[in-house]
Structure formats: structure tokens, C-alpha cells
């Protein structure tokens, strides 16, 4: 027993020996993860001493070394916006990745390289190159790897205005977070920052800033201002679409404190583009075009083109909302020259609509008729293309308690981790027996955390589903009654900061199946689940993506579409009528026309409060409009434009007796007529 006790001893005596060396002359991984922490808090400083790294790295180092050092150095060259250098940096990591034949390597290269398309404007070319990686990304089950692939992915997917998938690849990416062996707090962190930009693209401004918010509650123990910038910055736009104007300006200038501190050059690009558009939308011109000409500088030193094209958009309003007209059009243009060759018709479309609300407000009113009709004819563009539409949250609602306590284990077994690696160096000085303890204790610990990870994941995972088929109708995937019950519980009735919205009101549309018991008894209930299928995919087909479409009960359905004035909801009204009935369907061996009848009306309605006229009150007129087009021959939508006379004089009539209401002269009446059917195959 006495040889075996000095055995232990002498090899622990070596054992700290080695680690007095390691303490004495860190090792170049230790060296690159020191400045990859340094990099959250000074960006610049930590490129400077990466670079001067490099001479150590001889013939002799080991390749993980030399993977390690590239992919700092890439991450480091982005945040710094040395976009001509990350090139040259990538190129060689994917050269040194293939030469070793490392999957994992070259997944994390051209997760990189198709990060650096995106910002460039490439978006489509990257997410075919990504697409074409997939399989290999999953097959290498590398944490790290799958948590940059899908990073990169959702970020080009919601460029490109592809929400759902988007989201998906949001969920996934905050599911490699939390397995990475390093950085899984800030990777998290930067995952729920991604998924929170989704949410904001689908303007579901709560559940955007409520993610949000729960990552700034977490980002302290991070000590990341990378990931602080990026979560203020996305809350300052959250805060200015809910109209709260003094809180946005405020994490707006902390966003670019950050960025300017840290030397994150895309940061301090976006917040003060942000800030200036927040003084366009007070029409204050002078300080917008201040704004927005520091962000066009920026934007052109971090290399995103597509920042640059937004920047120059927002200095041509406030140079022509101060007179200077010309030279405003030519700024606009040049923005909307990028939008077209780069695709992305929706930003197109909606500068085309400012611009034209600017020549009206500037007296030009022919060049804001010429320009609105140009805006028209790109809108019958983006709602003729084949794509998927639909709006959906894929697991919305994930459980945010589940979610917290899974973040404290995270955070404390990362603390926990550091301590015994403290305690090792320290107390193998004084004892053996302490080290043995240490290291048994962070053994069990560690056990003991993976059986509750894996406990709490499970639960997680039944929420989420819970979740999402409580907003969503089982049989056609569609948004359900609740889910709009819970939508205008939370609309803000003063929607006053949006420079947009007097001549944009949200649109309400219901929907219902022409003779449905016709084709419940002629396919049977089977077949008619077929038909209520086949309608939501097409209605999915004919709406924006901003628009949420709902089954409201057996054969009706609902389109709620924010923003969307008078012609919009006209135009809405045609699309839809012609996306159902214009094509047969195929229901088994058989092969019928379906159409059907619709009401619509713009909320509020006709300038009117809504005290005066709240939603209930909306949908019960419109409900009247469907069924006055079911009594004059189906496959029809009636709208209602406006009111005639007084309110007080026609309201009463209206809620009781459209058709009274119509006589009477009360109410302008607008009617759209669908695709020429034969009746006879309904």
C-alpha cells in the first residue's frame, strides 16, 4: 500500500509540474480562446493581437491549432468589416480543411463564406451553396458546426423573406447552442437574438421583444457587448414599431456606444440608420439626412450593399421632404436600382409607396401617380410568383420557464466548470485527496446536470407542440379563432408613429365555401376535408406574408391584413376569389370547381374610431357584406369603402341592414366578381 500511496504521489507530482508550465506559458489554443473572449468586448484590439499571432504558427503546429486560429480570425474580420480580408481568410481555411479532409472545417468555411454573400447581396447564390452542404453539415454532429450552418442559413432565408423556414432554422440553431463544449451562453444568446428578427419581420412585435428581452436579462453573465449591441439594436426597432419613440432612440445610441467601443463597424452602421429613420418618421429632415448620411459611409465600410441601398433610400426622403427633390429621386433610385438586381421585390415595392407618398406630400402629383402605378405593377408580380406563403411560428410558444431553468443549469455548470479547473491547479498543491474529491464532485455534478437537461428537453419539446396546436386549426394547419382573438387583444389602437398608416388601414376579410353541404354530401366528409385543405394552401398562395390567414369555423375563413388600404383589400379581394376558383380541384377521381363568397371591409372603418367601431363590430358588417354576395349569385366579394352620411345617422342602419343601408344611400359599395366558372361543376 506504501509503494502504490508513493506512486500516486510522484504522478501527481508531475502532473503538477505540467501544470505549473501550462500557467507559466499558455498554449496557442489557449492564446486564440483568450482573445475570442477579449473579442467580445473589444473587437479591434482582439484582431490586432490575433494578427500578431500569426508568425507562431509554424509548419510544426497542429492542425486543430490552425483551424481554431482561421475561424477566430474570419469571425473577428467580419465583426470588423474587413470584408476583402475574410475572403482571403476563408479560402484558406477551406484549403486547409480539405487537404485534412475535415467535414467539420469545411462546413464551418462555407457556413462563413455564404454569410459574407448574404451581406453582399448574394442571398439566393448562398443559400443554394448552403442547401447544397446540408447533409454533410448533419452528418459531422458537430455542435459547433450545426449551430454556424443554420445560423448563416436562417439569416439568408429571412433576407430572402422565407419566414417559416427561417424560423425553423432559428429553433435548430438555438438547439446546437446549448451542445457547443465553448461559447454556449453567447451562441445561445445569439440564437435567440436571430429568432427574435424573425419574429420582427413577421411583425409579431411581442413575442419579438418578449425574446428579446429574456436574452438582455441573460446577456450580463454573457459579458458580451457583440451580443448587447445586436440585442439593443433589435429592440430599439421593435420599440419604434410599437410607437414607443424615446425608448427606441435609447437603445438605439447604447447599440451604437457599443459598436463604436467595440469597433463593430455593421453595428454602428445599422444604429445610426435606425436613428435616422426614427427622425424621418417625426419629419424632422434635417437631422434625418445627418443620420443617414453617416450610415451610408458605414454601410460602405462594413461592405453590406444591401445597408448601404437602405441608407441611401432614407436620405432621399429627407432630402426631399427639405425641397431638395432632385437630388432626393436620385438617392431613392439608386436604392431601388439594388432591390431590383438583387430580387427583393417586397423592399422594392415598399420604397416605391414612399416615394410616391413624398411627391404627393412634395405638390409633384403626377410623378406620384406614375410612381404608385409603377409600385401596382410590381405588387401583381410579388402576388403572381409560385412560393410558399404561409406565416407560420413552428413551435411560437415554446415554454419560457423551461427555456430559463435550462440557461441557469447552462451558466452554472459553465461556472462550475471553471471552478474545478481553479480548485485543480490550486489545491493539487496542497493535497491529493482534495484534487480526487474536485474532480468526482464535478463528475457527478455533471451527471447529475445532463439527466435534468435531458428531462427538462423532453418537457420542453411536448410544450412547444402544445403550444403551437393551440394557435393553429388541426386539419388545415392555418392559423386558428384564438390565435385572432389574441391578435386584436393586443392591437394598439393608436397607430399614430407610423408615417404610413392614415392611408393604410388593416384590411379584414371572411370567407365561406359556396354550396359546402353540396360537397360534404357528394364526396362525403373526407372529400370535404380535401377541399378545406386545398382552399388554405391557395388562400396561403394569394396573401402577403405580413397577412395572417385563420379558419374561423366549419367552411369559413378569415384574412386579417395589416396595412392594406382600400385598393390593397380590393386587389386582396380579386386574388383570393381567383387563387380558389380559377383552377379545379382534384379530390380523388374527381375534378370540381370550388368558389367562394367574401365580405371585406378596412379597420377602422371609414375613418372612424374604433370606440366607435372595434373589430366585433367590423366583422359583423362584414359578415353581412358575404351574405348579401351569397344572395346575389356566390363567387363574389362585397367591400364596404365608406360612409356616406354621418356616422350616428348610419351606423344603426348598418349593423341591423346592410341592404337598408345600400338603399338608403348610406354607404359606398364595392363589388368584385370572380373567375368565370361553369356552376354546374360545383
Known sequence: ??????????????????????????????????????????????????????????????????????????????????????GATIAELLKLANSHKDEVGIVIATAKEASVMDLSGKTNEAIVKLIEIESVAQQTANPEALWRFYSSLGNAQLTVGRFE???????????????RPKHASTS???????MAKVYMAMTNWDKALQVIQEALSLADEAGSSKINGGLYLNQGAIFTSLGRTKAAVD??????????????????????????DIYLIAKNYPKAEIFAQQAKVKFKEAGELGGVATAQSNLG????????????????????????????????????????????????????????????????????????????????????????????????????????ISNQRLQM????????????????????????RRTNLRLREANQKLEFHSVRDPLTGLFNRRSFL?????????????????????????????????????????????VLVEIAKRLRSAVRDTDMVMRWGGEEFLVFSPKANATRLKNLAHRVLVAIGATPMEVGDKTMTVTVTGGFLSLPFSGLSETDCNWEKAMQIADMALYLGKVNGRNRAYGLNRLLVPFEQAMPVLEHDISAALKAGMVELVEVIGPDVNSGAQ
Do not use: C
Not at 1 to 29: C, D, H, T, Y
Not at 188 to 194: C, D, E, K, T
Not at 256 to 270: C, D, F, N, P, Y
Open 486 to 530: 389574441e391578435l386584436m387583444g393586443r392591437r394598439s389602437i393608436d397607430s399614430t408613429t407610423d408615417r404610413r398608416d392614415d392611408n393604410n388601414p388593416d384590411g379584414l376579410m371572411i370567407l365561406d365555401v359556396d354550396h359546402f353541404k353540396s360537397i360534404n354530401d357528394t364526396l362525403g366528409h373526407a372529400g370535404g376535408d380535401i
Open 251 to 276: 437603445s438605439y445610441e447604447r447599440a451604437l456606444k457599443i459598436g463604436r467601443k467595440a469597433g463593430l463597424v455593421g453595428l454602428e452602421a445599422t444604429s445610426l440608420n435606425n436613428l435616422g
Open 317 to 420: 426622403f429627407a432630402l426631399i421632404g427639405q425641397g431638395r427633390v432632385k437630388e432626393g429621386v436620385a438617392e431613392v433610385r439608386s436604392a431601388l436600382k439594388y432591390n431590383h438586381d438583387a430580387g427583393a421585390k417586397a423592399d422594392e415595392e415598399a420604397i416605391l409607396g414612399e416615394l410616391g407618398q413624398m411627391y404627393e406630400q412634395a405638390g409633384m402629383f403626377r410623378e406620384a401617380v406614375a410612381t404608385i402605378r409603377e409600385q401596382q405593377a410590381l405588387t401583381v408580380q410579388l402576388f403572381r410568383a409560385d412560393r410558399e406563403k404561409s406565416v407560420a411560428t413552428l413551435q411560437e410558444q415554446f415554454d419560457s420557464v423551461q427555456r430559463q431553468k435550462q440557461i441557469e443549469l447552462l451558466a452554472r455548470e459553465n461556472s462550475l466548470k471553471d471552478a474545478e
Open 429 to 452: 498543491i496542497v493535497t491529493l485527496l482534495a484534487a480526487i474529491v474536485t474532480v468526482m464532485g464535478g463528475v457527478f455534478v455533471f451527471l447529475l446536470y445532463q439527466r435534468v
Open 1 to 86: 500500500m506504501a509503494k502504490v500511496a508513493r506512486l500516486i504521489v510522484g504522478f501527481f507530482l508531475v502532473l503538477l509540474g505540467w501544470q505549473v508550465n501550462a500557467l507559466a506559458q499558455p498554449s496557442e489554443r489557449e492564446r486564440i480562446e483568450a482573445l475570442y473572449l477579449l473579442s467580445e468586448q473589444n473587437n479591434s484590439e482582439a484582431l490586432k493581437q490575433l494578427l500578431a499571432m500569426r508568425p507562431d504558427l509554424g509548419n510544426d503546429t497542429p492542425y486543430e491549432v490552425k483551424r481554431d486560429y482561421l475561424i477566430a480570425l474570419m469571425d473577428l474580420q467580419v465583426d470588423s468589416a474587413k470584408m476583402d480580408a475574410v
Open 188 to 194: 445561445y444568446l445569439r440564437a435567440l437574438n436571430q
Open 165 to 179: 423556414a427561417s424560423l425553423e432554422s432559428a429553433f435548430k440553431s438555438l438547439r446546437y447552442a446549448k451542445e
